[in-house]
């Protein structure tokens, strides 16, 4: 199996569809945040890439792993795709195992789907792991794999939070505790060192509103990855709202960064996934631009300007100068 493909994002800004694209491509090998549920505990969520060595044999081996996964929700999510791989047998097979497994999931939990195929004895494969776990993880992650190709994505920080606010209010999230009132993760970024540099403690972080909270959580996290990837030749920043702009024209410049030739299967997803529309909260059709300033029916004009007064001055914030 060729070198491994990553694609990592914060929530609600745009990985699955960035993902879906990417298993779309016939030669992919995906799996859907196979890093939730704890199973990366052992590594920090913020780690610096000044210790990946002392990380280097878990993570292989966390890595080598990831094609054994058969997990439905991380080796099977929808929709699916023909694959170089499988012949039509194998293919239609799959396909029946996974929606049959899905439906008996419902009753009995999360459960094993069978891929029918030895990865192994395929050439050609890229394995693409799609994360919003691991995002604070990723200057370790590509010091220890430096073959890996890595695409970061970020989107606007009005879009995200008016994300995660709707989120919250139709009880899309598993988690009890609101997102700005997740007090573990900003101990966490109270360690990093743009959160020291800005004075920042839990007192000043409680005194915030709610969107001004998700805004600086926005901009701790992607201070943070950007500074440890910084000039780092396989990692590629691509902003949500030019992928809506353009799908095209970014997704072409995303896959050949990747070392993938463009597809026709991709081409064909790409075209369907931007020329229709879903209300699924978790839904990859949509029509690109509505999707991307939605943001700015949602939120108040005072909500917006505190989360650019927040992002103002980091790294990611810059990208959006307006």
């Known amino acids: 199996m060729k070198s491994i493909i990553l694609l990592f994002g914060m929530p609600r800004s745009g990985t699955t569809w960035l993902a879906k694209i990417f298993d779309s491509h016939p030669d992919t090998l995906y799996r859907h945040e ?169 007192f000043k972080i409680q005194a915030m509103s709610a969107v001004e909270r998700l805004a600086l959580k926005w901009s701790l996290t992607y201070e943070h990855v950007l500074s440890e990837t910084e000039g780092m030749e396989n990692v590629l920043v691509v902003r949500y709202e030019d992928i809506c702009a353009d799908p095209l024209g970014e997704m072409q410049r995303s896959l050949q960064h990747c070392h993938l030739p463009f597809a026709k299967e991709t081409e064909a997803f790409l075209s369907s996934s931007t020329s229709q529309s879903s209300s699924d909260y978790y839904g990859v059709f949509k029509i690109p631009l509505e999707s991307a300033w939605k943001w700015r029916k949602q939120l108040t004009p005072e909500d917006a300007a505190a989360i650019l007064r927040v992002a103002s001055g980091f790294r990611a914030g810059a990208l959006y100068p307006e």
């Open 34 to 202: 196979p890093d939730g549920r704890g199973t990366l505990n052992s590594l920090p969520l913020f780690p610096s890439r000044r210790d990946a060595e002392q990380y280097r044999h878990f993570l292989d081996g966390y890595i080598a792993h990831l094609p054994d996964i058969r997990d439905e929700k991380i080796s099977a999510s929808l929709p699916l795709f023909r694959k170089h791989y499988y012949t039509d047998a194998t293919f239609a097979l799959r396909r029946l195992a996974v929606f049959a497994y899905k439906l008996a999931s419902h009753f009995f939990g999360r459960i094993n789907v069978p891929d029918f195929v030895d990865f192994a004895s395929h050439d050609g494969i890229r394995l693409v792991w799609k994360s919003i776990e691991s995002l604070g993880r990723l200057g370790v992650l590509t010091t220890l794999q430096p073959d890996a190709r890595c695409v970061i994505i970020i989107r606007h920080p009005c879009g995200y939070v008016s994300s995660v606010q709707r989120g919250e209010s139709i009880g899309k999230f598993e988690a009890g505790t609101k997102s700005s009132n997740d007090w573990g993760i900003y101990e966490a970024l109270l360690e990093l060192p743009a959160a020291k540099a800005r004075g920042l403690n839990m």
